[in-house]
Protein backbone atom coordinates (compact mmCIF):
# COMPACT_ATOMS: atom_id res chain seq x y z
CA UNK A 1 0.00 0.00 0.00
CA UNK A 2 1.32 3.55 -1.16
CA UNK A 3 -0.78 6.73 -1.36
CA UNK A 4 -1.84 7.34 -4.63
CA UNK A 5 -0.78 10.00 -7.13
CA UNK A 6 -3.49 12.40 -9.09
CA UNK A 7 -6.60 12.47 -6.46
CA UNK A 8 -8.46 15.78 -5.33
CA UNK A 9 -10.87 16.01 -1.90
CA UNK A 10 -14.77 16.17 -2.64
CA UNK A 11 -16.24 16.32 1.11
CA UNK A 12 -15.39 13.14 2.47
CA UNK A 13 -14.94 11.27 -1.12
CA UNK A 14 -11.81 11.37 -3.29
CA UNK A 15 -11.89 12.28 -6.95
CA UNK A 16 -9.19 9.80 -8.48
CA UNK A 17 -7.73 11.60 -11.53
CA UNK A 18 -5.98 8.96 -13.05
CA UNK A 19 -7.97 7.23 -15.53
CA UNK A 20 -10.82 8.89 -17.39
CA UNK A 21 -13.89 7.23 -15.39
CA UNK A 22 -12.73 10.12 -12.98
CA UNK A 23 -14.35 8.01 -9.62
CA UNK A 24 -15.70 9.30 -6.93
CA UNK A 25 -14.32 6.77 -4.14
CA UNK A 26 -16.74 7.06 -0.74
CA UNK A 27 -15.03 6.27 2.48
CA UNK A 28 -12.80 3.11 2.74
CA UNK A 29 -14.43 1.82 -0.99
CA UNK A 30 -12.43 1.68 -4.43
CA UNK A 31 -12.60 2.68 -7.92
CA UNK A 32 -13.66 0.59 -10.99
CA UNK A 33 -10.00 -0.60 -11.08
CA UNK A 34 -10.65 -1.98 -7.67
CA UNK A 35 -7.00 -1.04 -6.47
CA UNK A 36 -7.09 2.53 -5.37
CA UNK A 37 -8.66 3.18 -2.02
CA UNK A 38 -9.82 5.83 0.08
CA UNK A 39 -8.26 5.80 3.34
CA UNK A 40 -8.74 8.44 6.09
CA UNK A 41 -9.34 10.90 3.05
CA UNK A 42 -6.52 10.26 1.44
CA UNK A 43 -6.21 7.90 -1.77
CA UNK A 44 -3.63 4.73 -1.66
CA UNK A 45 -2.47 2.18 -4.50
CA UNK A 46 -3.48 -1.04 -2.75
CA UNK A 47 -1.30 -3.26 -5.48
CA UNK A 48 1.92 -1.26 -4.90
CA UNK A 49 4.36 -4.02 -5.55
CA UNK A 50 1.86 -6.61 -5.89
CA UNK A 51 3.07 -8.93 -9.03
CA UNK A 52 0.52 -12.06 -10.15
CA UNK A 53 2.32 -12.64 -13.09
CA UNK A 54 6.07 -12.62 -14.23
CA UNK A 55 7.62 -13.94 -17.22
CA UNK A 56 10.53 -13.39 -19.52
CA UNK A 57 9.20 -12.90 -23.15
CA UNK A 58 10.35 -11.70 -26.27
CA UNK A 59 9.10 -8.67 -27.26
CA UNK A 60 7.32 -9.37 -30.50
CA UNK A 61 4.91 -11.07 -27.94
CA UNK A 62 3.62 -7.53 -26.78
CA UNK A 63 3.34 -7.70 -29.76
CA UNK A 64 6.00 -4.68 -30.48
CA UNK A 65 8.03 -5.12 -34.27
CA UNK A 66 9.51 -2.00 -34.51
CA UNK A 67 11.45 -1.89 -30.90
CA UNK A 68 14.57 -3.78 -30.27
CA UNK A 69 13.95 -6.18 -32.13
CA UNK A 70 14.75 -10.02 -30.87
CA UNK A 71 14.90 -8.83 -27.43
CA UNK A 72 13.82 -10.77 -24.04
CA UNK A 73 11.89 -8.51 -21.67
CA UNK A 74 11.04 -9.30 -18.03
CA UNK A 75 7.00 -8.78 -18.12
CA UNK A 76 5.21 -8.79 -15.21
CA UNK A 77 1.61 -7.91 -14.24
CA UNK A 78 -0.59 -7.06 -11.14
CA UNK A 79 -4.43 -7.43 -10.27
CA UNK A 80 -7.43 -5.05 -11.53
CA UNK A 81 -8.74 -3.09 -14.81
CA UNK A 82 -10.59 -0.08 -15.64
CA UNK A 83 -12.13 -1.73 -18.40
CA UNK A 84 -14.82 -4.82 -17.77
CA UNK A 85 -14.61 -6.34 -21.62
CA UNK A 86 -16.61 -9.31 -22.45
CA UNK A 87 -14.10 -11.37 -23.98
CA UNK A 88 -10.80 -10.19 -21.67
CA UNK A 89 -8.00 -13.38 -22.36
CA UNK A 90 -6.42 -12.58 -18.81
CA UNK A 91 -9.64 -12.16 -17.07
CA UNK A 92 -8.70 -14.04 -14.25
CA UNK A 93 -6.56 -11.15 -12.99
CA UNK A 94 -8.11 -8.53 -14.37
CA UNK A 95 -11.22 -9.49 -12.49
CA UNK A 96 -9.93 -10.69 -9.56
CA UNK A 97 -9.90 -8.72 -5.91
CA UNK A 98 -6.89 -8.12 -3.68
CA UNK A 99 -6.76 -11.32 -1.88
CA UNK A 100 -8.28 -13.63 -4.62
CA UNK A 101 -5.42 -13.97 -6.47
CA UNK A 102 -2.23 -15.17 -5.10
CA UNK A 103 0.59 -12.30 -5.60
CA UNK A 104 4.37 -12.01 -4.75
CA UNK A 105 5.52 -8.70 -3.12
CA UNK A 106 8.53 -7.19 -5.71
CA UNK A 107 10.38 -3.56 -5.17
CA UNK A 108 11.03 -1.65 -7.76
CA UNK A 109 14.57 -2.66 -7.18
CA UNK A 110 14.03 -6.58 -7.43
CA UNK A 111 12.39 -6.17 -10.34
CA UNK A 112 15.10 -4.63 -11.91
CA UNK A 113 17.38 -7.32 -10.40
CA UNK A 114 15.32 -10.15 -12.42
CA UNK A 115 15.34 -8.17 -15.35
CA UNK A 116 19.08 -8.07 -15.65
CA UNK A 117 19.85 -11.73 -13.81
CA UNK A 118 17.84 -13.00 -16.84
CA UNK A 119 19.23 -11.01 -19.72
CA UNK A 120 16.67 -9.56 -20.63
CA UNK A 121 17.03 -5.68 -22.45
CA UNK A 122 14.14 -4.31 -20.85
CA UNK A 123 10.56 -4.73 -18.28
CA UNK A 124 7.41 -4.30 -19.94
CA UNK A 125 4.14 -4.14 -17.89
CA UNK A 126 1.00 -6.00 -19.47
CA UNK A 127 -1.21 -9.20 -18.24
CA UNK A 128 -3.67 -6.66 -16.62
CA UNK A 129 -3.55 -2.99 -17.40
CA UNK A 130 -0.33 -0.87 -16.16
CA UNK A 131 -1.78 2.13 -15.90
CA UNK A 132 -3.39 1.28 -12.87
CA UNK A 133 -0.40 0.57 -11.45
CA UNK A 134 0.78 3.98 -12.05
CA UNK A 135 2.65 4.25 -8.55
CA UNK A 136 4.78 1.54 -8.79
CA UNK A 137 5.24 1.62 -12.47
CA UNK A 138 6.76 4.72 -12.36
CA UNK A 139 9.17 3.92 -9.54
CA UNK A 140 10.29 0.85 -11.48
CA UNK A 141 10.48 2.64 -14.56
CA UNK A 142 12.58 5.31 -13.58
CA UNK A 143 15.01 2.80 -11.87
CA UNK A 144 14.42 1.08 -15.02
CA UNK A 145 16.17 3.80 -17.32
CA UNK A 146 19.15 4.26 -14.49
CA UNK A 147 20.31 1.18 -15.00
CA UNK A 148 19.59 0.74 -18.63
CA UNK A 149 16.81 -1.07 -19.45
CA UNK A 150 13.70 -0.20 -22.06
CA UNK A 151 10.31 0.07 -20.11
CA UNK A 152 6.83 -0.90 -22.13
CA UNK A 153 3.49 -0.61 -21.28
CA UNK A 154 0.89 -2.96 -23.08
CA UNK A 155 -2.33 -1.08 -22.14
CA UNK A 156 -5.66 0.09 -23.33
CA UNK A 157 -4.66 3.56 -23.31
CA UNK A 158 -7.34 4.69 -20.94
CA UNK A 159 -5.64 7.24 -19.11
CA UNK A 160 -6.14 10.67 -17.98
CA UNK A 161 -2.88 13.12 -19.66
CA UNK A 162 -1.25 14.42 -16.55
CA UNK A 163 -0.07 10.97 -15.33
CA UNK A 164 0.06 9.90 -18.57
CA UNK A 165 3.16 12.72 -18.98
CA UNK A 166 4.56 11.89 -16.06
CA UNK A 167 5.59 8.16 -16.98
CA UNK A 168 6.72 9.64 -20.36
CA UNK A 169 9.82 10.96 -18.82
CA UNK A 170 10.17 6.76 -18.09
CA UNK A 171 8.65 4.89 -20.59
CA UNK A 172 9.56 3.83 -23.87
CA UNK A 173 7.14 2.23 -25.70
CA UNK A 174 3.58 1.39 -25.92
CA UNK A 175 1.29 -1.21 -27.55
CA UNK A 176 -1.96 0.61 -27.05
CA UNK A 177 -5.17 -1.73 -27.53
CA UNK A 178 -7.39 0.39 -29.56
CA UNK A 179 -10.45 -2.42 -29.36
CA UNK A 180 -12.98 -0.90 -31.40
CA UNK A 181 -13.87 1.90 -33.16
CA UNK A 182 -17.64 3.08 -31.87
CA UNK A 183 -18.51 4.58 -28.91
CA UNK A 184 -21.03 1.87 -28.92
CA UNK A 185 -18.31 -0.79 -28.91
CA UNK A 186 -16.76 0.48 -25.82
CA UNK A 187 -20.09 1.21 -24.09
CA UNK A 188 -21.50 -2.44 -24.70
CA UNK A 189 -18.07 -4.49 -24.63
CA UNK A 190 -15.41 -2.65 -22.34
CA UNK A 191 -17.48 -0.26 -20.05
CA UNK A 192 -15.33 2.65 -21.10
CA UNK A 193 -15.44 5.03 -23.65
CA UNK A 194 -13.21 5.30 -26.83
CA UNK A 195 -12.53 9.28 -27.10
CA UNK A 196 -9.62 9.00 -23.95
CA UNK A 197 -8.16 5.98 -25.54
CA UNK A 198 -7.87 8.09 -28.90
CA UNK A 199 -6.60 10.83 -27.44
CA UNK A 200 -4.18 8.84 -25.08
CA UNK A 201 -2.63 7.36 -28.15
CA UNK A 202 -1.73 11.08 -30.18
CA UNK A 203 -0.55 12.00 -26.42
CA UNK A 204 1.97 9.06 -26.42
CA UNK A 205 3.32 9.42 -29.56
CA UNK A 206 4.01 13.40 -29.34
CA UNK A 207 5.16 13.37 -26.05
CA UNK A 208 8.18 10.83 -28.21
CA UNK A 209 6.62 7.41 -27.05
CA UNK A 210 7.42 4.63 -29.06
CA UNK A 211 3.96 3.27 -30.11
CA UNK A 212 2.65 0.53 -31.62
CA UNK A 213 -1.66 -0.15 -32.10
CA UNK A 214 -3.08 -3.37 -31.96
CA UNK A 215 -6.88 -4.18 -33.04
CA UNK A 216 -8.70 -7.25 -32.17
CA UNK A 217 -11.18 -8.13 -35.16
CA UNK A 218 -14.23 -9.71 -33.30
CA UNK A 219 -16.83 -11.31 -35.89
CA UNK A 220 -20.04 -8.94 -35.51
CA UNK A 221 -18.68 -6.54 -33.45
CA UNK A 222 -16.15 -4.77 -35.16
CA UNK A 223 -15.28 -6.02 -38.03
CA UNK A 224 -16.79 -4.41 -40.69
CA UNK A 225 -14.82 -3.19 -43.32
CA UNK A 226 -16.59 0.47 -42.64
CA UNK A 227 -15.24 0.26 -39.13
CA UNK A 228 -12.14 -1.17 -40.03
CA UNK A 229 -11.21 1.70 -42.82
CA UNK A 230 -11.88 4.59 -40.46
CA UNK A 231 -10.06 3.02 -37.48
CA UNK A 232 -7.00 2.55 -39.99
CA UNK A 233 -7.64 6.43 -41.41
CA UNK A 234 -7.36 7.35 -38.26
CA UNK A 235 -3.87 5.56 -37.48
CA UNK A 236 -2.54 6.84 -40.46
CA UNK A 237 -3.61 10.49 -39.47
CA UNK A 238 -1.97 9.83 -36.58
CA UNK A 239 1.46 8.74 -38.34
CA UNK A 240 1.63 6.36 -41.15
CA UNK A 241 4.95 4.47 -40.08
CA UNK A 242 2.95 3.36 -36.63
CA UNK A 243 2.63 -0.20 -36.99
CA UNK A 244 -0.62 -1.79 -36.59
CA UNK A 245 -1.52 -5.03 -35.66
CA UNK A 246 -4.93 -6.83 -36.36
CA UNK A 247 -5.13 -9.31 -34.02
CA UNK A 248 -7.50 -12.80 -34.44
CA UNK A 249 -10.29 -13.52 -31.71
CA UNK A 250 -10.93 -16.38 -30.16
CA UNK A 251 -13.74 -16.58 -28.06
CA UNK A 252 -13.07 -16.40 -24.28
CA UNK A 253 -14.46 -15.18 -20.80
CA UNK A 254 -17.95 -13.84 -21.78
CA UNK A 255 -17.97 -14.13 -25.35
CA UNK A 256 -18.15 -18.18 -26.08
CA UNK A 257 -20.33 -17.06 -28.73
CA UNK A 258 -18.76 -15.06 -31.25
CA UNK A 259 -16.71 -17.43 -33.71
CA UNK A 260 -12.52 -17.21 -34.15
CA UNK A 261 -12.31 -14.15 -36.52
CA UNK A 262 -12.54 -15.97 -40.39
CA UNK A 263 -9.36 -15.59 -42.82
CA UNK A 264 -10.92 -13.53 -44.86
CA UNK A 265 -11.80 -10.23 -42.59
CA UNK A 266 -7.88 -10.42 -41.24
CA UNK A 267 -7.25 -10.24 -45.08
CA UNK A 268 -9.55 -7.45 -45.70
CA UNK A 269 -8.14 -5.83 -42.76
CA UNK A 270 -4.64 -5.40 -44.03
CA UNK A 271 -5.65 -4.44 -47.52
CA UNK A 272 -7.93 -2.17 -45.67
CA UNK A 273 -4.60 -0.62 -43.88
CA UNK A 274 -2.35 -0.76 -47.00
CA UNK A 275 -5.23 1.43 -49.07
CA UNK A 276 -5.24 4.11 -45.91
CA UNK A 277 -1.93 4.29 -46.19
CA UNK A 278 -0.45 2.56 -43.53
CA UNK A 279 3.22 1.79 -44.03
CA UNK A 280 3.57 -0.88 -41.50
CA UNK A 281 0.37 -4.15 -41.17
CA UNK A 282 0.68 -6.83 -39.47
CA UNK A 283 -1.74 -9.84 -38.89
CA UNK A 284 -1.33 -11.71 -35.77
CA UNK A 285 -2.71 -15.16 -33.63
CA UNK A 286 -3.24 -16.39 -37.08
CA UNK A 287 -0.46 -18.03 -39.67
CA UNK A 288 -1.33 -16.27 -42.72
CA UNK A 289 2.08 -16.54 -45.32
CA UNK A 290 4.55 -13.06 -44.44
CA UNK A 291 1.53 -11.36 -42.00
CA UNK A 292 4.08 -10.68 -39.48
CA UNK A 293 7.28 -10.10 -41.76
CA UNK A 294 8.78 -6.76 -41.94
CA UNK A 295 9.30 -5.45 -45.43
CA UNK A 296 10.57 -2.04 -46.78
CA UNK A 297 7.58 0.48 -47.47
CA UNK A 298 9.85 2.26 -50.20
CA UNK A 299 12.02 -0.09 -52.27
CA UNK A 300 9.96 -3.89 -50.77
CA UNK A 301 12.95 -5.20 -49.39
CA UNK A 302 12.26 -8.06 -46.73
CA UNK A 303 13.88 -6.72 -43.49
CA UNK A 304 12.69 -8.96 -40.56
CA UNK A 305 11.26 -12.52 -40.75
CA UNK A 306 9.10 -13.69 -37.99
CA UNK A 307 7.78 -17.00 -37.04
CA UNK A 308 5.13 -16.45 -34.23
CA UNK A 309 7.13 -14.83 -31.58
CA UNK A 310 10.92 -15.65 -33.23
CA UNK A 311 12.88 -13.27 -35.58
CA UNK A 312 14.51 -15.19 -37.74
CA UNK A 313 16.52 -12.46 -39.56
CA UNK A 314 16.76 -8.44 -38.94
CA UNK A 315 18.30 -6.56 -41.37
CA UNK A 316 17.62 -3.19 -40.53
CA UNK A 317 19.99 -1.05 -39.06
CA UNK A 318 19.98 2.15 -36.41
CA UNK A 319 16.24 1.60 -37.28
CA UNK A 320 16.57 2.16 -41.64
CA UNK A 321 16.70 0.06 -44.15
CA UNK A 322 19.85 -1.12 -45.45
CA UNK A 323 19.43 -1.35 -49.43
CA UNK A 324 17.37 2.56 -49.44
CA UNK A 325 18.05 4.27 -46.69
CA UNK A 326 14.42 4.52 -45.54
CA UNK A 327 13.51 4.97 -41.89
CA UNK A 328 10.82 2.54 -40.29
CA UNK A 329 10.08 4.01 -37.05
CA UNK A 330 12.24 1.84 -35.48
CA UNK A 331 14.18 1.46 -32.33
CA UNK A 332 17.71 -0.24 -32.64
CA UNK A 333 19.74 0.23 -29.75
CA UNK A 334 22.46 -1.94 -27.91
CA UNK A 335 21.77 -2.44 -24.16
CA UNK A 336 23.71 -0.53 -21.75
CA UNK A 337 22.33 -2.60 -19.09
CA UNK A 338 24.07 -3.16 -15.71
CA UNK A 339 23.70 -6.07 -13.86
CA UNK A 340 23.83 -6.76 -10.44
CA UNK A 341 26.99 -7.29 -8.94
CA UNK A 342 26.97 -11.52 -7.82
CA UNK A 343 27.99 -12.33 -4.44
CA UNK A 344 31.58 -13.93 -4.37
CA UNK A 345 32.73 -16.46 -2.13
Keep these: ??????????GDRIRCQLCPHSCGIAPLRRGICGVRENRDGRLYSMNYGKV????VDPVEKKPLFHFHPGSEV???GSLGCNFRCLHCQNYTISMASLGEFGTRDMTPEEVCDIALENRCQGIAFTYNEPTIWHEFAYDACKLAKERGLYTVYVSNGFIQQEPLREISTHL??????????TQEFYKGVCRASLQPVLDATTLAHSLGIHVEITYLIIPGKNDSEKEVREFAAWCSDLDPRVPVHFSRFHPDYKMTDAPPTPIRTMEMAKRVGEEEGLKFVYLGNVRIPHGEDTYC???GALLIQRDGFTVTSVEPRDG???HCGEG?????AESKAVRPERPTG
Excluded at 328 to 332: D, E, H, P, S
Design 1 to 10: MKEARFWKPE
Design 52 to 55: SSAN
Design 74 to 76: FSI
Design 172 to 181: DAMNIDIKGF
Design 297 to 299: PKC
Design 320 to 322: CCP
Design 328 to 332: LYMVQ
